[in-house]
């Protein structure tokens, strides 16, 4: 039999147990006078069953591409190293290596920290430095995606190999990977980041050898392998054609939206009025907003009603320019302050805010003050995108990572995507638990920002399995929620007799034993034997980490509030101990599972509680405590001493 | 590899011609020809599309950054005669919803 076929068998009995047992969950089992804290434990085993599932899923098709094809040797390519503020040594040891990859290519520096010194070592060494144009002065800056679309416009090899700034590269990398793209429908080839001052043990988790690997290779497997952001290639064309088509969309929809708003704060200011000259003028003003809107639902193009309403707006101004010079002050001010409300610095998603929009539609207005707001409007979603740097966004803008955000929209336009699953760059991890939490937050962070501005579950264009292997990611930054309950629920039990089942039965253990043990199983085989318990660990022990990344992402994208976003710091900070501060939450529930565990045996002295629940409860304490535990590594980690090869040429 | 003819009409109107690819070769010669236009003060645009035989999303792109210049001076950049390969590319990124192809240089202002 071949190792699919064992892990389709594990997967299939994996799924049919999970369903036994969260169907029995449900409806034969939930203790309903605890209903506050049954309803949410049955919640969240269900939480974990469909995440068992959608692993399975992942699993069932996991392609291991062997050999690459041999690449193209007339193939173009730019290699860009992305960095903002890491040190020159660092930038300077990668720049170097990517200098000695074989295939031909150019090497860039694109340095957002536009430090003057790089760009002459660079220049000393035939590197190229790129820098952010004039264009992005005072406009969203869109962090590293911004900073590779900028450079897009300034270079134009075929591929583009991206690194990070701490990534360094083989001379066989492209050897390895440009092959891939004889299939001209291949997009994107993405290859293991893997870290060199990792120690085995791997305190932070950093090394992540089951999605660089079993979940990667499982995605690769439904044509929805996802890009990393770093060490990967990817194909010029597909991304051009992203941002142009997004350009397309993006602005019939803007354009279309401040129109509507045009006509409504012109009728109001109309109403207001009592000039009838400027009533008339207004008049037409909205009628010409409302032929601008039939002509783009008839399909005129973009660019000529605009072009066309501009023209009619400027007449119309030009007439009404002999009225009152005071009021029209006033309210340019007002439009001013409304113009930069509009703009969203944090993110830029280029579309105008409703509630604002809103808020000028209820002021009350005078005539030059609604023409002049229809003209910023107008220009703020103008075929020139005034509001960003450059009009084409390659790379998504819409999450801090852009990285699979991209992926998604690649693949929703029918490109293909490959895993190549061989280690050709070496790499750093955080090396402290403070630079580490930032890491993962922001991961976590920009993947939810995703699931809520563009969830695969309802993006056109993607096949069932690709929205699921989307959306099996974003479900797996849930898990606080569900770890708090798993924590909070032998707690309430030993402490207070607060049983969430009905009882601690054989029909209970019957089910819940063997799904468990075949849920370890399935990571067994479908790892072939990698460390999954580091990850493990990790999945629980963050539960802080994943909670302020959901909320702070629905603050984001529904309440417009800033992510404190934060680059993270690639060398170890000048601190002095431990940062117990970070870790406080977690502290707090060993503490609680602990002392529980304690009130516990009390209460089975006085014979206040049956023995099997007092052990099964601390039993699943100790489990608790063991994947929790990690924490304390983490927070006591000191780093690793630098590799050899790592040190700075 | 794309040759960029520029000339400008009797009314003023300037007029871009690639001929032969427009890939992401060419594209940046293409954006830098109708910077230079406006620069010099002509701001109406017509890229004639008629000589290109292949354009991809970089010669698209090309196309929006001239289109930002020309009205960031205050005109227009249009595009006309298109070849049936750059049809049938606008209509695959939609591009063809923003920018009309005229059918004729002339018609194009």
Redesign the interface.
């Known amino acids: 039999m071949t190792r699919l076929g064992l892990v389709r068998i594990v997967v299939v009995l994996s799924g049919l147990l999970a369903i036994n047992y969260i169907t029995w969950r449900w409806l034969a089992s939930v203790n309903w006078s605890y209903w506050w804290i049954a309803v949410p434990l049955v919640v969240a085993e269900t939480y974990s069953v469909i995440d068992s599932l959608l692993f399975g899923l992942t699993s069932w098709r996991a392609r291991r591409r062997g050999e690459p094809p041999l690449p193209d040797p007339e193939a173009t390519v730019d290699v860009f190293i992305a960095t903002y503020n890491e040190p020159l040594e660092l930038v300077q040891a990668t720049a170097l290596a990517a200098l000695k990859i074989r295939h031909p290519h150019r090497t860039w520096i694109l340095d957002d920290g536009g430090r003057p010194e790089l760009a002459e070592w660079a220049e000393r060494h035939g590197i190229g430095c790129i820098h952010r144009s004039t264009d992005w002065v005072d406009r969203p800056r869109h962090a590293k995606a911004g900073n590779i679309n900028n450079a897009l416009m300034a270079t134009d090899g075929e591929f583009i190999l991206i690194l990070d700034a701490d990534q360094v590269p083989r001379p066989d990398i492209l050897d390895r990977t440009l092959g891939y793209f004889s299939d001209e429908s291949m997009a994107l080839v993405q290859t293991p980041q893997y870290f060199v001052n990792v120690p085995g043990h791997d305190p932070l988790g950093s090394q992540a050898p089951l999605f660089y690997g079993p979940i990667q290779m499982g995605k690769d497997g439904w044509n929805a392998a996802f890009f990393c952001g770093s060490n990967a290639v990817i194909r010029r064309e597909a991304l051009m054609q992203l941002g142009v088509s997004r350009y397309a969309l993006e602005l019939q929809e803007s354009v279309a939206q401040a129109l509507r708003t045009a006509r409504r704060v012109v009728r109001r200011a109309r109403r207001a009025l009592d000039d009838p000259a400027l009533g008339e003028l207004l008049t037409s003003i909205e009628y010409d907003s409302a032929r601008a809107l039939r002509e783009l639902e008839r399909g005129v193009g973009v660019a000529d009603v605009t072009y066309q309403f501009a023209r009619r707006l400027r007449d119309a101004e030009r007439r009404v320019a002999r009225s009152d010079a005071d009021v029209m002050a006033a309210d340019l001010a007002a439009v001013a302050e409304l113009a930069a409300a509009t703009g969203d610095p944090a993110v830029g998603v280029p579309v105008l805010d409703p509630a604002v929009l809103a808020e000028a539609v209820d002021r009350d207005w005078s005539a030059v003050g609604a023409l002049a707001a229809v003209r910023e409007l107008i220009d703020a979603v103008d075929v020139t995108r005034g509001d960003e740097a450059q009009p084409i966004m390659p790379l998504a803008t819409i999450s801090v990572t852009e990285d699979m955000a991209t992926a998604m929209r690649l693949h929703t336009m029918g490109w293909r995507t490959a895993y190549h699953h061989e280690v050709l760059a070496h790499g750093l991890a955080p090396e402290d638990m403070s630079s580490m939490l930032t890491q993962r937050l922001r991961w976590a962070q920009g993947t939810v920002q995703v699931m809520f501005r563009e969830n695969p579950l309802t993006q056109k264009g993607l096949t069932l399995a690709q929205r699921l292997m989307y959306f099996g990611t974003m479900w797996s930054y849930l898990s606080g929620f569900a770890a708090v309950v798993y924590i909070t629920a032998p707690i309430l039990y030993l402490s207070f007799g607060v049983l969430p089942v009905q009882a601690y039965s054989l029909d209970f253990f019957a089910r819940l034993i063997p799904f468990l043990v075949i849920n370890q199983l399935l990571f067994l085989v479908v790892g072939r034997g990698i460390p999954t318990w580091r990850g493990q660990q990790y999945s629980l022990a963050l539960f802080p980490v994943w909670i302020r990344s959901f909320t702070t992402a629905f603050n984001n994208v529904f309440r417009d509030r800033p992510l404190d976003f934060a680059v993270t710091p690639k060398v170890i900070g000048a601190d002095a101990g431990p940062r117990w501060d970070l870790v406080r939450p977690q502290l707090i529930a060993m503490g609680a599972l602990v002392a529980a565990s304690v009130a516990g045996f009390v209460r089975l002295a006085l014979g206040q509680a049956p023995a099997f629940g007092v052990v099964f409860n601390v039993v699943w304490v100790v489990l608790d405590l063991a994947l929790l535990s990690v924490i304390v590594r983490a927070a006591l980690y000191r780093g690793s001493a630098p590799q050899p090869e790592r040190l700075p040429v | 590899m794309s040759d960029i003819q520029v000339h400008r009409t009797d009314h003023g109107i300037g007029v871009v011609t690639p001929v032969g690819r427009l890939t992401?070769?060419a594209?940046?010669p293409l954006t830098e020809a109708v910077v230079a236009l406006v620069d010099q003060g002509t701001s109406k645009v017509v890229v004639d599309l008629g000589e290109t035989t292949f354009i991809?999303?970089?010669g698209?792109?090309a196309l929006?950054?001239g289109?930002?210049r020309c009205?960031?001076a205050g005109g227009?950049?249009?595009i006309a005669r298109p070849t049936e390969q750059v049809t049938t590319v606008l209509r695959?990124?939609?591009?063809?919803?923003?920018?009309?192809p005229r059918a004729t240089v002339d018609e194009a202002f």
């Open positions: 992401m070769v594209a940046k991809d999303s970089s698209l792109g929006i950054a289109l930002k009205r960031q227009d950049l249009r695959l990124t939609n591009l063809d919803k923003v920018l009309t």
